[in-house]
């Protein structure tokens, strides 16, 4: 499928690259080329603002005060959800628990639907592409409860096998499945709406990690019918500190709460204690509401620009990125690009991804990346906290360069262009 036309996307970026103040920086005399999007974004301005006058100006504990600046700190934070349920287009609010990030809404879903839903015997399965979060705290639920962790291989084209899937299913007694909407590591889209058809033909509830997928492809939980979704406000542009759990109610009704404290009752004596309704019943203690406003001020901001565009342009830049990287001698790159004759250059658009992981025989990824870094050019190097994958790719580590559609074809050139000058010093 052709690349759809970018006239004129150029410019339109150039002018939101103002809005994040931390670009034109420099590091080490050097202008910063920040490539490393998929362990946190920028802030834009806007984000920036929106804390210091929350605090400056609002800041209050929410859902307790009768006074006026809790009022408007309790709005703020519920319109914010209210925010965060259009963006995921959840069908209610009461389906949107805010959390720390991706991380703990995968722990809290472990802990609360493996008390609710899991018994010993039963299996859970992830793929071999997860993040450590979407994997550790399974294997925590597994011991404590006595289930199995299954695996979905993947293939030597790094998607997903998708009948070994199949099979996973049909031969045991799963009660969840737990897959990545894009790898941190290879880019791959994982196809989820086929997978959480698969898994629902056999009566599978399905939880998407979204970490990766969220500020790049447009979300919708009612089209994907996944049953929970978790993704986290920093890699959005927005605050660190916040996240989302989206969870379908029938599921969240019947799972008891995470943690327990202030806000996430309904009466407490010492005999008894009963639940608040949702989605407060997992939401204990004072929460962080200057970052769930902050966060939905991110979330309106890439919804002015518009996430298609966004992703029109991530993929220009990354096929350009791609190309670019190809010409490098001794490179080899990891991801479902790399694995398609790519000479023709009319891919699929699925195939275009902003996370480009590689490494240069000869030289070890953590001197590169550190190398690279003395150019000024910020890429993650390591085993991006996957370390099943890697070893599955056969390696220790790699080079990340992660897009925004912050960054500009310049920046890619200047990234391969020190690719060379450090394999010149080699
Ligand atoms: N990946 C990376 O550099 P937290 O840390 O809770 O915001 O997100 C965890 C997480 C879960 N799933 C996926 C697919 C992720 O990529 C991440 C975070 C960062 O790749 C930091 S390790």
């Excluded at 291989?153 to 799963?174: G, H, I, N």
């Excluded at 009963?274 to 989605?279: G, K, R």
């Excluded at 580590?397 to 074809?409: D, I, M, P, Q, W």
Aim: net charge negative; charged share 20%.
């Amino acid at each position: 499928m052709p690349l759809p036309c970018m006239e004129g996307s150029i410019y339109h970026f150039i002018m939101n690259r103002n809005d994040f103040p931390i670009l034109s920086r420099t590091v080490y005399g050097k202008p910063l080329v920040y490539l490393d999007n998929a362990a946190t974004t920028q802030k834009p301005r806007c984000v920036v603002e929106a804390i210091s006058e929350e605090y400056y100006n609002v800041n209050a504990n929410v859902h307790r005060g009768v006074h006026f600046l809790s009022q408007q700190a309790t709005d703020l934070h519920e319109s914010a959800r209210e925010t965060v349920r259009a963006f995921i287009n959840a069908r209610k609010t009461e389906e949107i628990i805010f959390t720390r990030g991706t991380t703990e809404s995968i722990n809290l879903l472990a802990f609360s639907f493996g008390e609710a839903f899991c018994h010993e015997g039963d299996e859970i399965i992830v793929s071999t592409m997860e993040h450590h979060s979407n994997i550790v705290p399974w294997q925590m639920l597994c011991e404590r409860k006595g289930l199995k962790l299954r695996v979905i291989p993947m293939k030597d084209d790094y998607t997903l096998d998708l009948e070994a899937f199949e099979r996973l299913l049909s031969e045991s007694s799963v009660r969840l499945v737990c897959v990545t909407h894009m790898s941190n590591v290879l880019g791959t889209v994982n196809p989820i709406k086929e997978m959480i058809e698969k898994a629902h033909a056999y009566g599978v509830p399905v939880l998407v990690d979204g970490a990766q997928s969220t500020p790049h492809i447009p979300i919708d939980v009612q089209a994907l019918d996944c049953d929970f979704f978790a993704f986290s406000g920093h890699k959005i542009y927005g605050p660190t500190g916040i996240g989302v759990l989206y969870g379908k109610a029938e599921y969240l009704e019947r799972m008891p709460p995470y943690q327990g404290g202030g806000e996430m009752i309904n009466k407490v004596t010492f005999e008894h204690t009963t639940y608040n309704s949702l989605p407060y019943k997992f939401e204990a203690g004072t929460p962080d509401y200057v970052g769930s406003h902050a966060l939905a001020v991110a979330l309106d901001y890439i919804s002015n620009i518009g996430l298609e565009k966004i992703q029109a342009h991530e993929h220009e830049l990354g096929q350009y990125a791609y190309q670019q990287l190809c010409q490098i001698a001794n490179i080899e790159i990891y991801g479902p690009l790399s694995a398609v004759h790519s000479s023709l250059f009319t891919l699929h658009s699925s195939l275009l991804s902003p996370v480009l992981s590689f490494n240069i025989r000869g030289i070890h990824h953590f001197d590169l990346g550190t190398l690279l870094d003395r150019l000024g050019i910020a890429v993650r190097t390591g085993h991006h906290c996957a370390e099943p994958l890697m070893h599955r790719l056969g390696v220790e580590g790699t080079v990340r360069a992660s897009l925004s559609f912050y960054n500009t074809k310049e920046e890619i050139d200047s990234l391969v262009a020190a690719i060379r000058r450090v394999q010149q010093m080699f």
